[in-house]
């Protein structure tokens, strides 16, 4: 059988009022990504698929997410916001292409699946001419409710204008249609505005289907996948359900999460085999965890790859651009930057490395900070293979420690230090017998004179 050509319209112009927020609503992030981006992942991307956006006025952010996400995505902009029947036609463009099944989607609802737009679209090859989503509301209060007659949708009606029969029906509408891509424009193109608020509403379109004697149907899902995002409540519930859904997934994978509910992940997260992840982790997208790592409590990674057995915190901060290499240890309070760190280096304690590159086995004591912003340019630290920071160092870089290099407790290191050299650098110290108690003699005295 030849497979169906595609093209979803994803309707992202929607302002967000409700968020209060100066970000477009479809940028607001769930799990790490954007809902946009959520969408437009589950959107079907294969051979003789298309994908269309459609964005409100300004919104140039939304279009270079679109593109950033599907660089396959067209945008088009809606320009007046006349309901969502009129969303759709600003894709005219790429409607009259004629796809074989035209699907829209919105842009605010991020745990919808692949797999729904797949069953959504089933019902085409089979005749009919249009399938809306549909879940059952625990409190169906404010929905559309799916009218349906003899296993066919018949109407979609809004919960003003239902009849108490109808507001008892629980199966509500989600929003989501696939038409037949050879009759979509010209249902579409029926819709009128003859309402309170002079709309094109797309939800008229099942009534139209059925004025021409052809089939509309209901696809039913559950609620939580259809969950729209109109205000930071609703934000912080779709983010509940994706982590749930994120955590069961990993510890179906094998990942040992101590306490699950405690830890926060990104839909992009790879995990190797048998990683541990302790109580109040945070994991923000682009992290890669390795083979027998383990992630201690109070640790926030983002944008990093964690070798194989490697343990990071508690308490350490890995940030973009980190990169550590197999049994590299990173322990309380240390934070990592642009930093790759090879196998088996220790920074165990209290330590800041930005913009650097640690040879494998390297000690890095408490305290060792490499100094890589001047106030102008960032600059780099190469530490070789096997090197030893004492506590307390200060690397000003660009600053190279050689191979087996050894770092006096207390140093500033200005200049490059070769291989298996000693450097220390630290004024010298000074002992004055009895000046600690002549200090405090005289304290005590300045302060009797003062509280006379």
């Known amino acids: 059988m030849t497979a169906r050509s595609s093209l979803t319209v994803v309707l992202a112009a929607g302002e967000g009022t409700r968020m209060r927020s100066s970000q477009p609503k479809v940028l607001h992030p769930v799990a790490g ?128 204008d239902a009849s108490t029969d109808e507001r008892a029906i629980t199966l509500c509408n989600a929003g989501v249609m696939a038409f037949d891509g050879k009759a979509a424009l010209a249902i579409i193109e029926k819709i009128g505005n003859a309402n309170a608020k002079g709309e094109y509403y797309l939800t008229d379109a099942v009534t139209i289907v059925r004025d021409l004697g052809l089939e509309a149907v209901v696809i039913e899902t559950g609620e939580d996948e259809v969950r729209g995002i109109n205000t930071k409540a609703q934000l912080a519930e779709a983010e509940a359900v994706m982590q749930a859904r994120l955590r069961r997934a990993a510890m179906d994978a094998g990942v040992t999460l101590i306490a699950p509910e405690t830890v926060y992940l990104a839909t992009d997260t790879i995990f190797g085999k048998d990683v541990t992840i302790e109580p109040f982790v945070v994991i923000g997208p682009g992290v890669s965890i390795a083979d027998g790592a383990v992630i201690h409590s109070f640790s926030h990674i983002v944008e990093a790859k964690v070798g194989k057995k490697a343990s990071v915190g508690p308490y350490a901060r890995i940030r973009r651009g980190t990169s550590l290499g197999d049994g590299a240890r990173i322990g309380n309070f240390v934070e990592t930057k642009a930093a790759t760190l090879e196998a088996g280096v220790k920074v165990n304690h209290l330590s800041y490395v930005g913009d650097a590159h640690v040879g494998a086995n390297s000690n890095l004591g408490a305290g060792t900070i490499t100094c890589n912003y001047d106030g102008f340019s960032k600059h780099k630290t190469l530490i070789g293979e096997g090197a030893f920071i004492g506590s307390n160092s200060s690397l000003v870089a660009p600053v190279t420690i050689g191979k087996g290099a050894y770092v006096g407790s207390g140093s500033v290191i200005t200049k490059d230090v070769p291989d298996d050299a000693l450097a220390v650098e630290r004024s010298q110290q000074t002992i004055r017998d009895g000046g600690a108690a002549r200090y405090r003699e005289i304290k005590t005295r300045a302060k009797a004179q003062k509280e006379k």
């Not at 003789?48 to 599907?70: N, T, Y």
């Not at 995505?73 to 969502?84: S, Y």
């Open 33 to 160: 990504q954007s809902l946009l981006s959520h969408v437009l992942n589950a959107a079907d991307a294969g051979e003789g698929s298309q994908l269309a956006v459609v964005i409100g006025p300004d919104h140039d952010a939304v279009a270079a997410e679109a593109r950033r996400v599907r660089p396959d995505a067209q945008t088009f902009v809606q320009r007046e916001r006349l309901g969502t029947a009129h969303a759709v036609l600003a894709a005219r463009e790429a409607i009259v292409r004629g796809a074989d099944d035209l699907l829209v989607a919105f842009g605010d609802t991020p745990l919808i699946s692949a797999e729904t737009f797949a069953r959504m679209r089933a019902p085409l090859r089979q005749g009919a001419a249009l399938a809306v989503l549909g879940f059952n509301a625990a409190d169906p209060t404010g929905y559309g409710r799916l009218v349906v007659e003899n296993g066919r949708l018949v109407a979609i009606r809004e919960h003003a």
